[in-house]
């Protein structure tokens, strides 16, 4: 069995950073893209960015230049760095991948983003 397990969510002021990190364990023989979405109260879940497994990276407008996304194709990580977090990057934030042509999720991580 597959699983994704997030880690790094928490309570973060204003303009500050934060680090989540995404590892993938179980019978893996590949991970194709990999990715981070997230989904605010009331809202829909969302992209907020994407890297492939040749490392390409997609990222949604409002995250651009804030936030870098990055994978460990030998430790099955990926990571997302998020830099000067306003409160409207508050949400439940979900680490997505590919895996053995699978679409799978992890339980989501919550980010915080308040004074």
């Known amino acids: 069995q597959v699983q994704l397990v997030e880690s790094g969510g928490g309570l973060v002021q204003p303009g500050g950073s934060l680090r989540l990190s995404c590892a993938a364990s179980?019978?893996?023989?590949?991970?194709?893209?990999m990715g981070w979405y997230r989904q605010a109260p009331g809202k829909q879940r969302e992209l907020v960015a994407t890297i492939t497994k040749g490392g390409i990276t997609n990222y949604a407008d409002s995250v651009k230049g804030r936030s870098t996304i990055s994978r460990d194709n030998v430790k099955n990580t990926v990571s997302l760095q998020m830099n000067s977090l306003k409160p409207e990057d508050t949400a439940v934030y979900y680490c997505n991948g590919k895996i053995n042509y699978i679409n799978y999720w992890g339980q989501g991580t919550q980010v915080t983003v308040s004074s």
């Open positions: 179980g019978t893996i023989s590949s991970i194709y893209t």
